[in-house]
């Protein structure tokens, strides 16, 4: 396989931990804490559990036909017909989680960073730069994103500022919300750390042996939880159970309060690192969806149908002007991805042993 279409392990370890660290990390907390109050770091690091098993899953999957990526995969095991339909939902999965995060980060910038700018121009600025990024063969994609990964270390030093506020009281008692509660704040770690399937398109241009492959991806996964679980710890020991109540968003609150040097407000300069970060996540979510359409029309090279994939979701995006439906759009890619990450992966593991289907370099 050409070395421009192909990534190494450590390209594959941060561009992971790049698109699982999306817009969640400015809301998770809130979320957690109003299932699972002082508990939330425990679910966290549930959810960490429950990521890890999911990625054992499609691995054992992907494992089975080396060489393949999912789109390969299900017309292999499904046939033909059924093969190009599920290509085509896996299509608009990723178009759709891709569309989520433009959607979430919009949403951001609009509250926090630009009130009056207009949505299309907003889009706009998201469009061409993906266009030009997401076209580049995936050795180039990967050396861009992966220093863009960089650009959570900032990020992380600025939250662990909130060090100095933290007051450990407001964590008691532990299992206020109950252990039931806390086991169900897990879902929430669950639907923040989607960006882990993008190994199951790029899993044959990886270099490197199928189990080193699964270490990149897991611990890429296990360092998240630990910064997910930094970051709902430090905003749930700075702000008391009630004030976290009434803050969807509480890392920039919390950068607010924190006097930076010569700067009044952290947060100017987390935002803008953070928006760099979020481009590079749905990116990713373009790169897979325009692969899969380039799979489905058989064409050489993905970049033809970017255009198409990233018009399409700014679209989207653009469309919908009250924040219900706006909401929507995460609702349906978050519920899709127990279909796409979970139960189709399971349904074609075991149809692969009971048809007998597999590469046989494995």
């Not at 994103?145 to 270390?153: A, D, G, H």
């Amino acid at each position: 396989m050409n070395k421009e279409t192909t990534i190494t392990r450590g390209q594959l370890f941060l561009l992971i931990l790049k698109f699982e660290i999306g817009v969640d990390i400015l809301s998770l907390p809130y979320r957690i804490h109003l299932i699972s109050k002082g508990g939330g770091w425990i679910s966290v690091f549930l959810g960490g559990f429950l990521i890890q098993l999911v990625i054992l899953l499609c691995w054992l999957l992907m494992r089975r036909f080396p060489s393949s990526s999912i789109y390969d995969i299900v017309t292999l095991i499904m046939g033909k017909w059924i093969g190009k339909l599920l290509i085509i939902a896996y299509v608009g999965y990723f178009l759709l989680m891709g569309t989520s995060v433009l959607v979430n980060a919009y949403g951001v910038i609009n509250r926090w960073m630009l009130q009056d700018t207009p949505r299309w121009a907003i889009l706009a600025l998201f469009l061409f730069s993906s266009i030009y990024l997401v076209r580049q063969k995936l050795r180039i994609i990967a050396r861009v994103l992966v220093l863009i990964s960089f650009l959570v270390l900032p990020m992380m030093v600025l939250i662990s500022y909130g060090l100095k506020e933290v007051n450990l009281l407001y964590l008691l008692p532990l299992t206020e919300a109950g252990w039931p509660n806390i086991i169900s704040g897990s879902t929430e770690t669950l639907m923040a750390m989607f960006g882990f399937e993008f190994f199951l398109v790029v899993f044959p241009m990886v270099e490197g042996s199928s189990g080193g492959k699964l270490k990149s991806v897991a611990s890429a996964s296990a360092v998240v939880v630990l910064l997910y679980a930094f970051t709902v710890f430090i905003c749930s020991t700075a702000f008391s159970p009630q004030q976290l109540d009434l803050m969807p968003e509480p890392v920039i609150y919390l950068l607010r309060s924190i006097p930076l040097g010569t700067m009044d407000r952290a947060d100017f300069l987390f935002l803008p690192i953070w928006l760099i970060s979020i481009f590079g996540a749905i990116c990713g979510y373009y790169y897979t969806a325009s692969y899969g359409i380039s799979y489905l029309f058989k064409q050489k090279h993905h970049k033809k149908a970017v255009p198409y994939v990233v018009l399409a979701s700014c679209i989207i995006a653009y469309l919908p002007q009250q924040k219900e439906k706006l909401e929507l759009i995460s609702t349906i890619s978050n519920r899709s991805a127990y279909f796409f990450l979970m139960i189709l992966p399971l349904l074609l593991l075991v149809l692969s042993y009971i048809m007998k289907r597999k590469e046989k370099m494995i």
